[in-house]
Nanobody, 118 residues
Framework: QVQLVESGGGLVQAGGSLRLSCVVS????????MGWYRRPAGKQRELVAL??????STNSADSVKGRFTISRDKNTVYLQMNSLKPEDTAVYYC?????????????WGKGTLVTVSS
């Protein structure tokens, strides 16, 4: 059974930092792209950052550039969040493009809540 388990969310003051982690496990042939999405209350889900399988290529939303950094290590993807703002408050979802039994597909974590107070 494939699992994407997120951790690291919680309450933080504006200007503070958090690091989110997502561990991917299961009978997986390969882990391809991984990333983070978020959904603020009352808004649409948006891409935060994406990282390729070899870690050499990344993408991030304009709103988080210079503050958030995505990285990966084997079966884990991280999101280092610095200089947090109240506008960053959202449920953050881990994403992974996985190959299982030679079939490629998208998988999602259940989400972790990040709340940034003023």
């Amino acid at each position: 059974q494939v699992q994407l388990v997120e951790s690291g969310g919680g309450l933080v003051q504006a200007g503070g930092s958090l690091r989110l982690s997502c561990v991917v496990s299961g009978n997986i042939l390969s882990i391809n792209d991984m990333g983070w999405y978020r959904r603020p209350a009352g808004k649409q889900r948006e891409l935060v950052a994406l990282i390729r399988s070899d870690g050499s290529s990344t993408n991030s939303a304009d709103s988080v550039k210079g503050r958030f950094t995505i990285s990966r290590d084997k079966n884990t993807v991280y999101l280092q969040m610095n200089s947090l703002k109240p506008e960053d408050t959202a449920v953050y979802y881990c994403y992974a493009d996985l190959t299982i039994y030679y079939r490629k597909g998208d998988y999602w974590g259940k989400g972790t809540l990040v709340t940034v107070s003023s």
